[in-house]
């Protein structure tokens, strides 16, 4: 049985903070990632697909978790084809930007210095051993095909020997008679399958099936079932409070999926209030981990579920 790891995508998301979750003498950057890391084995960086991360912050983040902690880093949306605000790059990259029109695939070399700095900034990460995966969240544009195809093995070039999650929004990649085909091509590309729990009512719906494509790593994000998926804000999107009924349906697969994984990353998205934190606590427990108190990481790390 692998290793499974639960945790919210954020611990730094605004309604968090201000929900009362951390405690009084908590709400510092360092002792809210340290009050987290003590009760979670593992949290997903949201922040770097808004901008390109800085060595700095990877340095602190792994100075202020502790051994056997895991970071998943969610990639530059520049790298994963979504819009990206000018203002989201350094000031010397914008004219070649601007070029472009916004078009990355206008300027090969730009998306070059990009990933380039992107991958520099995380080596901290991935020095201390702190760095679960990088996640590339593709856009509901992204259908499959050849073109699409092609950009996953780009992706894959630029980030030999890095952990890597592919999850995508087109239901399409999971659905009939793509499914084989994507299956094979991220197992040959040893990129790990993201599985979603989501609202199943809508056209865009992914299939909650659970593919597991590689065997260091599978992953399990959890958006919510809000029927607003897609098209509401950001709050009305990811707003749901799981039911431990709706938890308990996924524990059977997420342990099938540690049978054929060495590490399974459950992830939690309702990032609204406390939702995504109680819902990881939740999960934790249904599937016999360790209590969320100090100290449940390393306690996760040594051994897997029960």
């Not at 998306?111 to 700095?117: A, F, I, K």
């Not at 039911?243 to 309702?270: G, K, Y």
Request: charged share 25%; proline share 8%.
């Amino acid at each position: 049985m692998g290793d499974i790891r639960v945790g919210a995508c954020s611990w730094t998301d605004r309604e968090l903070v201000a929900s009362g979750w951390y405690p009084e003498g908590h709400r510092d950057a360092e002792a809210r990632l340290r009050y987290y890391a003590a009760r979670f084995p593992l949290v997903e960086v949201d922040a770097t697909y808004y901008a390109l991360p800085s060595t700095r912050n990877s340095l602190l983040w792994a100075e202020r978790s502790p051994a056997g902690f895991r970071f998943d880093v969610k990639a530059f949306s520049l790298l994963t084809g979504h819009p990206t605000r000018p203002g989201a790059l350094p000031a010397d990259l914008r004219p070649a930007f601007a070029r472009g029109r916004g078009r990355p695939e206008a300027d090969p070399g730009l998306l070059d210095e990009v990933w380039g700095r992107f991958s520099g900034a995380l080596e901290p990460l991935r020095r201390s051993d702190r760095l679960g995966s990088l996640l590339f969240q593709f856009p509901p544009w992204l259908a499959p095909g050849a073109a699409a195809a092609s950009l996953l093995r780009r992706c894959r070039e630029r980030t030999a020997g890095w952990p890597v999650a592919v999850e995508f929004r087109h239901p399409g990649w999971w659905r009939g008679e793509h499914f084989a085909a994507t299956f094979g091509l991220l197992a040959e590309l040893e990129m790990a399958a993201v599985a979603v729990d989501t609202v199943q009512s809508l056209p865009t719906s992914i299939p909650p099936v659970t593919p597991v494509t590689s065997a260091r790593l599978a992953v399990v994000r959890f958006h919510g079932r809000n029927r607003a998926w897609g098209t509401g804000t950001k709050e009305e999107r990811f707003r749901h409070t799981y039911t431990p009924e709706e938890l308990t349906s996924w524990t059977p697969a997420i342990r099938a999926m540690a049978e054929r994984a060495d590490q399974v990353h459950v992830l939690f998205n309702n990032c609204c209030g406390r939702a995504a934190v109680h819902a990881a606590e939740t999960m934790s427990h249904l599937l016999g981990g360790p209590s969320t108190e100090a100290g449940a990481c390393e306690a996760t790390a040594r051994r897997g579920p029960a």
